[in-house]
T-cell receptor, first 116, second 111 residues
């Protein structure tokens, strides 16, 4: 059973398009995250949601809009894609409550986005 | 601002060798530190999590230590195997659901 799944695995699109990436976790976790891993392999947090509520928005352009329809899902919609958006986007989840003590994070396989 | 640095950036060792990966962080006010493994084209797998009150954690051939006051952690891998080849990432949890990652150490174990 896949704990954290993402779709699609690969995404190739033209500049200016709008695209979405979906994430689902079946671990019963309260907290979900989106990370971006750039070409230099640096992993940076973008968003964090706890029980469907936005906790962290790490100075991400407002072209990126996360949506959490329920605790098990956190989707990422990107408007007006730019060349610099090309990266690998990882979804993760953890059992953290609102206290946020830092439980182990479980990562999805990543979505490789290439903007042409 | 918390920064996490990992040294070396890359490491190549013969099979069977014991090795140490280093991680340093600039702000000692952390909740915990985690070591992850990332295989090419894959997601991250958590290896060990050390709470700020702990000094070390062990899992099989892996041992991670934490010296919070000096801002250092090490990951010790005993009797390395080709299957250990991967990128190893260190991450500190600073509270408020925020995790800061290092750039990773790419390990290659030669058969």
């Amino acid at each position: 059973d896949t704990a954290v799944s993402q779709t699609p695995k690969y995404l190739v699109t033209q500049m200016g398009n709008d695209k979405s990436i979906k994430c689902e976790q079946n671990l019963g976790h309260d907290t979900m995250y989106w990370y971006k891993q750039d070409s230099k392999k640096f992993l940076k947090i973008m968003f964090s949601y706890n029980n469907k509520e936005l906790i962290i928005n790490e100075t991400v352009p407002n072209r990126f809009s996360p949506k959490s329809p329920d605790k098990a899902h956190l989707n990422l919609h990107i408007n007006s894609l730019e060349l610099g958006d090309s990266a690998v986007y990882f979804c993760a989840s953890s059992q953290d409550s609102l206290a946020g003590a830092g439980e182990t994070q479980y990562f999805g396989p990543g979505t490789r986005l290439l903007v042409l | 601002k918390q920064e996490v640095t990992q040294i070396p950036a890359a490491l190549s060792v013969p099979e069977g060798e014991n090795l140490v990966l280093n991680c340093s962080f600039t702000d000692s006010a952390i909740y915990n530190l985690q070591w992850f493994r990332q295989d090419p084209g894959k997601g991250l797998t958590s290896l060990l999590l050390i709470q700020s009150s702990q000094r070390e954690q062990t899992s099989g051939r892996l041992n991670a230590s934490l010296d919070k006051s000096s801002g250092r952690s090490t990951l010790y891998i005993a009797a390395s195997q080709p299957g250990d080849s991967a990128t190893y990432l260190c991450a500190v949890f600073t509270g408020g659901f925020k995790t800061i990652f290092g750039a990773g150490t790419r390990l290659f174990v030669k058969a």
